[in-house]
């Protein structure tokens, strides 16, 4: 698996190429005043050229301008002198954090790999319903380089691998927050939820408010006259779900902050909202779909479960198959990973049920089941059969049912990662030096 090379943080346009490799090993977001004195020495690039600096790092207007072009012709913006006035603020803004986010991932010796690199350009091309080649041709022949979006790839995996680094150790989402969201679930039966989307634009020290206020004015106005939502939102919303489009999932009552919950409720699906000043910054919503609150029965609840069975002929034996199915139940991730097991633990079978409601499982196990995620795994018990494990292979919700402690935890803890992964940027952008020449 080869490794990308980034010998700047951002392209130089002397050096069309990402990929350089070294004798015995690769070096991945390496440091990049060398490189950048290499290719300024190569070409003679004038300083007229460079659009900023971020922490001694340039961004060219080569790089501006390809951003620029890749927003327009993704987003359905219209391309005129005045559409690239408005955004190019925001433009500059993206490839500054960008260019932060991945001199963090270096500091933290952090590799992006050209295989995963690759597997995101390739993901995004099958959105489009395109190979990686027709992507590649598409997006030259309408003027944008195909650098442009292998760095915007590159900053969003890089900065993917921080989050998880760092982020992620820092969120925790307690029993009490869990069990508090589902008792709000069953007050609020009755009452409307909303399925919404977002492009979120940031204020902070640094920033422009009447500026950013003025940017967000413009998209909701292209957004009007048929530019698409979610590629608007893949571009130009600074939350974490802007590379889903911007899309929050289903929202109830009293979860976002009070001035942008008023503005929901006075909302018709398919409509989106101006911009609407929130703490950290401008949010604009699309309420894509409502419904009623319905606490229904978990028992309605579908799962389809595996039972993992180590065999004993005697009590000799029990022991040894307890900590063989113990050892599965702690290391295998999916239902896939049962099958696996069965392999390498002598005697060892599964058994799968498919879907089933719980209020048709056996009580005792689905009070054991009931609460696990998909691909998680219970503790061994010990019965008749043999040392037992049990795994939650899919799992279906009603509509309007109560949803299980599992997922609403994932979904606590994306929401505070989302916030908490803003913070860190906000952070890094602080603390760095920037110059803008344009």
């Not at 902070?204 to 939102?233: H, K, M, Y």
């Not at 899919?394 to 989302?418: I, K, T």
Request: with cysteine; proline share 5%; hydrophobic share 45%.
């Amino acid at each position: 698996m080869t490794e990308t090379v980034i010998r700047s943080t951002m392209k130089s346009i002397a050096r069309p190429a990402l990929l350089m490799a070294t004798a015995l090993t690769f070096a991945v977001l390496a440091g990049p005043s060398a490189a950048w004195a290499q290719a300024a020495q190569g070409a003679q690039v004038p300083l007229s050229r460079i659009a900023a600096v971020v922490n001694e790092e340039p961004i060219t207007v080569a790089d501006v301008e390809g951003r620029l072009q890749l927003a327009i012709v993704s987003s359905g913006l219209p391309d005129n002198p005045e559409t690239r006035q408005r955004l190019l603020p925001q433009v500059l803004r993206l490839l500054t954090d960008e260019a932060l986010q991945i001199q963090e991932a270096r500091e933290r010796n952090l590799t992006v790999t050209e295989d995963e690199l690759t597997d995101d350009l390739e993901a995004a091309a099958n959105r489009n319903r395109m190979d990686l080649e027709q992507l590649r041709s598409a997006l030259e022949q309408a003027g944008v380089p195909w650098t442009t979006m292998r760095q915007q790839m590159l900053a969003q995996i890089a900065w993917g691998k921080v989050v998880q680094r760092v982020v992620r150790q820092q969120v925790n989402v307690p029993d009490s927050e869990v069990n508090a969201f589902i008792e709000r679930i069953r007050a609020n039966a009755g009452k409307p939820e909303y399925h919404v989307a977002e492009i979120f634009l940031a204020v902070d020290t640094n920033t422009n408010e009447a500026e950013v206020q003025r940017l967000g004015e413009r998209l909701v106005e292209q957004i009007g006259r048929g530019a698409n939502f979610s590629a608007v939102a893949a571009q130009f919303s600074q939350s974490a779900g802007a590379a889903q489009g911007g899309d929050l999932g289903w929202i109830q009552q009293g979860q976002l902050e009070e001035n942008l919950d008023r503005a929901l409720q006075q909302m018709t699906p398919g409509q989106f909202s101006r911009p609407i000043r929130g703490a950290a910054g401008y949010h604009i919503l699309w309420l894509r779909e409502q419904r009623i609150v319905a606490a229904g029965d978990p028992k309605n609840i579908q799962v389809a479960i595996s039972q993992f069975v180590v065999p004993f002929a005697d009590e000799s034996q029990q022991n040894a198959a307890f900590e063989a199915a113990k050892q599965v139940s702690e290391q295998a991730r999916g239902c896939e990973a049962l099958e696996q097991a069965t392999q390498a633990v002598p005697g060892a079978q599964v058994f799968s049920q498919p879907l089933s409601r719980l209020g048709d499982v056996p009580e005792q196990i689905a009070a054991l089941v009931g609460s696990l995620g998909v691909g998680q795994a219970t503790a061994p018990l010990m019965t008749d059969r043999g040392a037992m494990l049990l795994m939650v292979c899919d799992r279906v919700v009603p509509e309007g049912s109560l949803p299980p402690a599992d997922q609403v935890r994932s979904a606590l803890f994306q929401e505070r990662m989302d916030l908490q992964q803003r913070r860190y940027l906000r952070d890094l952008r602080r603390q760095a030096t920037i110059e803008t020449r344009m």
